[in-house]
């Protein structure tokens, strides 16, 4: 028997089990010492956390298939400029980035991410302001396009994105 576990003594679930903090992944098994119930119960919880983790990336990653396959008309014509290294530097369209977002253009190499802010983005300022200072805190600089701009002048949105650039 494993020293500090004695027999037929329950452990609380999440008690002395260490998590991977990015996703919440578990690192260590669950303790020898408890009864054979409370390890499967122990079990069966760190499982059932891992599977919703690795689902919610699934998830994200589908979500961001599928918007990869219909751009809006704003977004294709951005695409058309900074593909191919057009600035300087490679871009990737609607990239997963941390446990929840996925961005319109994301240049890896100097970690910017590039927003291109239609309708709904009007609509949803606040919840964009949270976004970009949960992506800053991830480490990444963030600069938002308007979609009318992208359309009408697109000489202006790559203008703003060189300058995100340095």
Known sequence: MRPGFARGRTLRAGAGIERN????????????GLRPAARRA????????NQRT????????????SMLHAPTASEAALWLALRGGALG?????????????IADFFA????????????????????D???????????YRVVRVD???????????????????G
């Open 54 to 65: 690795l689902s919610r990336q699934n998830q994200l990653t589908e979500r961001a298939r």
């Open 147 to 165: 979609a009318a701009l992208v359309l009408r002048d697109p000489e202006r949105a790559l203008a703003a994105i060189r300058t995100a650039l």
């Open 89 to 101: 530097v490679a871009f990737k369209r609607q990239v997963p980035l941390g446990e929840r977002f």
């Open 129 to 139: 302001r949270r976004r970009d200072e949960r992506l800053r805190r991830l480490g």
């Open 108 to 127: 890896p190499s100097v970690g910017l991410v590039v927003e291109v802010d239609g309708g709904v983005h009007r609509e949803s300022r606040r919840a």
């Open 42 to 49: 122990l079990e069966a919880l760190m499982r059932s956390r």
């Open 21 to 32: 903090s990015r996703r919440g992944a578990v690192t260590e098994p669950a303790p020898r």
